[in-house]
């Protein structure tokens, strides 16, 4: 019978990149041939910190000996509910996160008080920011700020940021290179900041507005104003109606469309409605329908019958992916 010592050092780096860090440096003191592998640069491309609360001390040993170069997506917690004791990302720990990791593409940040942080300390060489249920300074996305801070960077993840907001949404244009806009739980944004916002972001390729106060039909009315090159929409179907969904009708450029649940109204476009204003997106190829609870029901036949172009996907929210960096 075969053991893990007959397993190729491929296959032993594939099992060892689902551990948890701490697992994989506890490892490191099982053999030699352990410690090369846990000290293998691919092993440490995606890493997820996010599951312990963790002293500076330990975060910097593992910027210097495991990460720094070989470091593509770091995730991390801030642990602002954690009390006062507990440690907290600091600008000493950006700055150092940018020097040390030029390979660095994506930071996910999640429940982080930010609002000592400048946004100036964040990584340049960043891609993709997420930030969930973080604090951020008021001046973090003004568009008066320096309109040089993350130059390269191409989608950012607002998810439950209590203090973005509509003259925010507008300081976006600073971020040249930005095409994806993700917009989860940001209540404080209105109808009338998203429609100024986007008309300023008229070059986003991407957008998602999921779980914010905001109706279906005015984030798709703003949608198909201002963002006409826009290719994959995303978003609840918190007040979406047929004549809400019909403006899309003739966007020259959308090729994805997703809808999620679970909040259906008496007012939601039929299987049929949706039908008809898919048939009107001449570029839409994937038709994506999430929690609504058609699955397996006639309207996922109708649509995936008259929508015979489509990849039509209708099926309950799925659960967050391990593949996080992906």
Not at 10 to 38: A, M, N, Q, T
Not at 178 to 191: A, F, M, N
Request: net charge positive.
């Amino acid at each position: 019978m075969a053991t893990l010592a007959d397993l190729p050092d491929s296959v032993l780096l594939e099992i060892f990149s689902y551990l948890p860090v701490r697992d994989r440096i506890r490892l490191s003191r099982v053999c030699h041939r352990w410690k090369g592998l846990v000290d293998d640069r691919w092993l440490w491309r995606h890493v997820d910190l996010t599951l312990y609360t963790m002293r500076p001390k330990i975060m910097w040993h593992l910027l210097r000996r495991y990460m720094a170069s070989r470091l593509h997506s770091l995730r991390m917690g801030g642990y602002l509910f954690s009390g006062s004791q507990a440690p907290q990302l600091s600008p000493a720990l950006m700055r150092a996160l940018g020097q040390k990791c030029p390979n660095l593409k994506r930071l996910c940040l999640h429940v982080a008080d930010l609002r000592m942080v400048p946004i100036t300390s964040l990584p340049r060489t960043l891609r993709t920011l997420e930030l969930h249920s973080c604090e951020i300074s008021m001046a973090w996305l003004l568009k008066e700020q320096d309109p040089t801070v993350l130059p390269l960077l191409e989608c950012i993840v607002l998810d439950r940021v209590p203090a973005f907001r509509d003259e925010h949404l507008q300081g976006l244009t600073r971020f040249c290179a930005l095409r994806s806009l993700v917009l989860g739980g940001t209540y404080r944004v209105t109808e009338t900041g998203l429609d100024a916002g986007l008309q300023e972001l008229s070059y986003l390729q991407r957008l998602e507005v999921l779980g914010c106060t905001l109706s279906a039909d005015s984030t798709l009315l703003a949608i198909s104003r201002h963002l006409r090159e826009v290719r994959k929409i995303r978003l609840t179907v918190r007040g979406l109606s047929a004549p809400g969904l019909s403006v899309l009708e003739g966007m020259p450029a959308l090729e994805s469309l997703c809808l999620l649940g679970p909040l259906v109204t008496p007012e939601m476009p039929s299987p049929a409605e949706i039908l008809s204003s898919c048939l009107a997106m001449p570029k839409l190829r994937v038709l994506e329908l999430q929690g609504l609870g058609w699955e397996g029901q006639e309207a996922e036949r109708i649509l995936c019958k008259g929508l015979p172009h489509c990849m039509v996907i209708v099926r309950a929210c799925p659960k967050e992916s391990m593949d996080w960096w992906m």
